[in-house]
């Protein structure tokens, strides 16, 4: 199994611009969380889905941010525009919600640069 | 997270020693997840703890779980510098199996050879 793939590795763009996130969760998985980590903030949950169907947004920090998920192989998050604030690793993580507890598998994360 | 407190916050040890890295929640606990992180990669699961005085094993890493106290610790036995990252605890308040997760802030470790 490949894992949790996030694409792009690095992201350096300016502020003002649209930037785009994307992610494919372990085949199989049918739950599928955003995190954002900062030095400041630590690792924070921004969004996650169950079955392809947003759950819980109550982490996604203003309206600049959307997220979704069209198949269960596929997620993006978007960030439109962009600010210096938002420069952060960004993390993907999966897993399979249906036995009492389940972990959760992550990417590699997307680092996030806005100048 | 303010929800989940983890102490130390940096750790430096020899080679060899014994460690013990503490999670503490100000809320129930449901389930609680260990992870390790190396710089500039994901996170990797280590244990799950789910019932009060469980007690998990991972060649030399061992986890708990004290329920009453709501709070976890992990202890390393002889560190070796493989062990060096970041361990970060995972706590799921909610009663059923949400799957949502609250981190602690991490807990850096070194271990010096």
């Known amino acids: 199994d490949a894992g949790v793939i996030q694409s792009p590795r690095h992201e350096v763009t300016e502020m003002g611009q649209e930037v785009t996130l994307r992610c494919k969760p372990i085949s199989g998985h049918n739950s599928l969380f955003w995190y954002r980590q900062t030095m400041m903030r630590g690792l924070e949950l921004l969004i996650y889905f169950n079955n392809n169907v947003p759950i819980d947004d109550s982490g996604m920090p203003e309206d600049r941010f959307s997220a979704k998920m069209p198949n269960a192989s596929f997620s993006t998050l978007k960030i439109q525009p962009s600010e210096p604030r938002d420069s952060a690793v960004y993390f993907c993580a999966s897993s399979f919600l249906g036995t009492l507890y389940s972990e959760q598998y992550f990417g590699p994360g997307t680092r996030l640069t806005v100048t | 997270s303010q929800e989940l407190e983890q102490s130390p916050q940096s750790l430096i040890v020899q080679e060899g020693k014994n460690l013990t890295i503490n999670c503490t929640s100000s809320k129930t606990l449901y389930g609680l997840y260990w992870y390790k992180q190396k710089y500039g990669e994901g996170l990797i699961f280590l244990m799950m703890?789910?019932?009060?005085?469980e007690e998990k094993s991972h060649e030399k890493i061992t986890a708990k779980l004290d329920e009453k106290k709501q709070q976890s610790s992990l202890h390393i036995t002889a560190s070796q510098p493989s062990h060096a990252g970041i361990y970060l605890c995972g706590a799921d308040h909610g009663s059923g199996n949400t799957g949502k997760l609250i981190f602690g802030q991490g807990t850096t470790l070194q271990v010096k050879p």
């Open positions: 703890l789910q019932k009060g005085g």
